[in-house]
């Protein structure tokens, strides 16, 4: 079942600016990724945060994990038009290894 | 990490009639997913495709509607059966390797 709820929906911003979507779950989780996804392709494994981990930094993402509130926050900084994609959470539940999506966030970059 | 590649890519099928998706991996994998995803909608995961043995189906999906094969550790099939309208979504196959890797997606449309 879906687990995460995702907001906003939608975003839309300048090249340049930073974009930040945040990701909601309801049980306790091993883990929580994020993923990109472009046009409805395939998607793309960004990065993974762990339970015990708060925030972590891959290239231009940072991403935060709080586990008492249960939310997630992925960032994105000087974004660029090729960062144009939805991007999706999925949360590993703690006593099990299927994972569960979110809505997803359509994020567009305007040049 | 993995290179999942999906056939075909995209299809366009009569109400009634069944297609095939294939799913290859570059590796040998253990865990092998099948999700759907509808219009604007999120990942749903239809079932885990299990080597040897019967997939193990979420709720909501069965195996006459979604009849899988695992006959090796690097390749899946996923058939949606006597399809509707409703069964238009994009179909992803995806492998645990250490992060969880997907195919580019198979698009079907179902007049």
């Known amino acids: 079942s879906q687990q995460g709820e995702e907001d906003p929906q939608a975003l839309s911003i300048q090249e340049g600016e930073n974009a930040t979507m945040n990701c909601s779950y309801k049980t306790s989780i091993n883990n929580l990724q994020w993923y990109r996804q472009n046009s409805g392709r395939g998607l793309v494994h960004l990065i993974l945060i762990r339970s015990n981990e708060r925030e972590k930094h891959s290239g231009r993402l940072r991403v935060t994990l709080d586990t008492s509130k249960k939310s997630s926050s992925l960032l994105i900084t000087a974004s660029r038009a090729a960062d144009t994609a939805s991007y999706f959470c999925?949360?590993?539940?703690?006593?099990?290894?299927?994972?569960?999506f979110g809505a997803g966030t359509t994020v567009t970059v305007r040049a | 990490s993995a290179v999942i590649s999906q056939k075909p890519s995209r299809d366009i099928c009569q109400r009634g009639t069944s297609l095939t998706i294939q799913c290859q991996v570059d590796s040998q994998v253990t865990m092998m997913f099948w999700y759907r995803q509808q219009p604007g909608q999120s990942l749903t995961l239809i079932a885990t495709?299990?080597?040897?043995?019967?997939?193990?189906?979420e709720s909501g999906f069965v195996i006459d509607k979604f009849p899988i094969s695992r006959p090796n550790l690097t390749f899946s099939t996923l058939t949606v059966s006597n399809m509707s309208p409703e069964d238009s979504s994009i179909y992803l196959c995806?492998?645990?390797?250490?992060?969880?890797?997907f195919g580019p997606g198979t698009r079907l449309t179902v007049l």
């Open positions: 999925a949360t590993e539940p703690a006593n099990d290894y299927k994972l569960s």
């Open positions: 995806s492998a645990l390797t250490g992060d969880l890797f």
């Open positions: 495709a299990n080597q040897g043995s019967e997939a193990t189906y």
